[in-house]
């Protein structure tokens, strides 16, 4: 079983950056397409980077060109670089493993801890 332990985020201004990253432990996480997920009060969960096992990328149409995904499968880890950020990108950040690559909340097999971002006017 998969256990993905989160680090990062925090408070940060409009236009500030934030890197989170996950590492993937017990199991390969070459075996899983990754995402990152967040939850805002009041909001479902949305999926906002994906990244498949060839490390192709998706993203939500809200954060592309500001957030980055990626994927370093030797270290088995997994960050969001989140640029340019937005008060509407405060939110709980979750790191996700699937081993069926698609997008979606159905397709995940495991999740952190979720850490919290948090970006002011």
């Known amino acids: 079983q998969a256990r993905l332990p989160q680090s990062g985020g925090g408070s940060v201004q409009a236009g500030g950056s934030v890197r989170l990253s996950c590492t993937h432990s017990?199991?390969?996480?070459?075996?899983?397409?990754m995402s990152w997920f967040r939850r805002t009060p009041g909001k479902r969960r949305e999926e906002v980077a994906f990244?498949?096992?060839?490390?192709?990328?998706t993203y939500v149409d809200s954060v592309k060109g500001r957030f980055t995904i990626s994927r370093d499968n030797a270290e088995s880890s997994l960050a969001l670089q989140m640029n340019s950020l937005r008060p509407e990108d405060t939110a709980v950040y979750y790191c996700?493993?699937?081993?069926?690559?698609?997008?979606?909340?159905?397709?995940?097999?495991?999740w952190g801890q979720g850490t919290r971002v948090s970006v002011s006017a």
């Open positions: 996700a493993a699937g081993r069926v690559c698609l997008f979606g909340e159905d397709y995940v097999n495991y």
């Open positions: 017990g199991a390969p996480m070459s075996d899983y397409c």
């Open positions: 990244i498949d096992r060839a490390g192709q990328t």
